[in-house]
């Protein structure tokens, strides 16, 4: 009877192993032709005149011609100089400032959208960069297969000792599921900071994006995208393509952050995506009550053991490959430790997301 719970595990492990046999099948795509794809990259910032002149400079520094794309930034209601920095680069002769009149990112999002010229957008944050040939590789990838969404990978900064690799590896294992179920046409995340879509795309869905709560410009967008049958949503494998986004500075800031990605998931209509958050949730449930079961009970450490290993499998799997294909495949010495304390982790940001009510937002006017 001890084992019988066990098998709530199964799901999890046979969702992630056919995640990671997606990720056998990536080919890393190659530019073959100078793209000339008008592009509109759309930047929703607050508070940010720390990191916008370092994005803006990446941005301008674009191995794409300056006429062929512009920067869209949007100042969300920002108390500091983000609007000040962001109209003060004359010099960048492509480059737009508009003031969010509403409130949140996915307004400030939309105000940007509906002023873009281009009809390729892609999104990213103020405390990303990205090399040279960024709209180069997207712009080329969208001529080549004209797709309704592009979802780009994204990386973090490194950071010192444990803390730091834990968020990498916990983020990478997003990106690992991200791409993976991307491939098998399901895909279930994807991420603001890179990505990419058709402007007609997103005034499609633009009324699915839950503006009630903060969070999820992405998620929902790519969700209802998703509903509809001949959509082409596809990830783009390519290290021209990627970004890097800082990582948290405390344990506090990111447990709030995801807290906040978490708390959106009672919002999910997506049946895959809350097929496979239920397989996680049991998983890291099991792997609890039988970790302190155990304690009591030392049948019960077989059967923690044995959970452990099972969930650790796929997890190693997915992992190896996305930290091979990101170049950062010596944060896998952080992996076991990452694994013991994981399900602690997921406990606590479920308390940080109960703790963190939903903010009301009011709806955008078209």
């Known amino acids: 009877m001890y084992w019988l719970p066990a098998i709530l595990i199964l799901p ?8 990671y046999g997606s990720l056998l099948q990536l ?28 994005l803006i400079k990446s941005i301008s520094l674009q191995n794409y011609s300056k006429h062929l794309f512009e920067i869209i930034i949007i100042d969300d209601n920002s108390i ?36 873009a010229k281009g009809n390729l957008i892609i999104t990213t944050d103020a405390d990303c960069r990205m090399g040279r040939n960024w709209i180069r590789t997207i712009a080329a990838f969208y001529e080549m297969n004209k797709p309704d969404m592009i979802i780009c990978p994204v990386k973090l ?17 997003l990106q690992g599921i991200t791409a993976g179920s991307a491939i098998t046409k399901e895909a279930t995340m994807c991420n603001g900071a890179n990505l990419a879509f058709e402007r007609e795309v ?11 709560i903060n969070s999820g410009d992405d998620i929902f967008l790519l969700h209802s ?15 021209d393509s990627l970004v890097t986004t800082g990582s948290s500075s405390t344990l506090l800031s990111f447990l709030k952050q995801r807290g906040r990605w978490l708390s959106k998931g009672k919002a999910y209509k997506d049946w895959f995506t809350i097929i496979l958050g239920i397989a996680t949730f049991f998983t890291i449930i099991l792997q609890i009550s039988y970790m302190i079961g155990g304690l009591i009970n030392p049948d019960l450490i077989l059967v923690f053991l044995s959970i452990f290993v099972l969930k650790s499998v796929p997890d190693f799997l997915i992992l190896l490959n996305t930290s ?4 950062k495949g010596e944060l896998m010495w952080w992996f076991l430790p990452v694994q013991v304390v994981y399900p602690l982790y997921v406990l606590s940001v479920i308390i940080s997301a109960i703790q963190n ?9 078209s």
């Not at 999890?12 to 995640?19: D, S």
């Not at 900064?157 to 294992?173: H, R």
């Not at 049958?229 to 596809?234: G, P, V």
């Not at 009510?357 to 006017?365: A, D, E, G, R, T």
Request: hydrophobic share 35%; net charge positive.
């Open 12 to 19: 999890y492990v046979f969702i992630l192993l056919k995640i």
């Open 27 to 54: 080919k890393t795509f190659k530019v073959s032709a100078d793209p000339e794809t008008f592009v509109s990259v759309v930047i929703a910032c607050r508070n940010e005149q720390k990191n916008l002149p370092a």
């Open 80 to 115: 500091d100089k983000t609007n000040e920095i962001a109209s003060g680069f004359t010099r960048v002769g492509n480059i737009f400032t508009i003031n969010n009149k509403g409130k949140g990112k996915k307004q400030a999002l939309r105000a940007g959208i509906k002023a």
């Open 157 to 173: 900064e490194s950071a010192p000792g444990f803390f730091g690799g834990f968020q990498e590896l916990e983020f990478m294992s």
């Open 202 to 212: 997103y005034f499609n869905h633009a009324a699915n994006l839950n503006y009630e």
């Open 225 to 239: 995208l998703k509903r509809e049958r001949q959509s082409k949503i596809l990830w783009l494998e390519s290290p």
């Open 324 to 327: 091979s294909r990101y170049g």
């Open 357 to 365: 009510p939903k903010s009301k937002i009011q709806n955008p006017k």
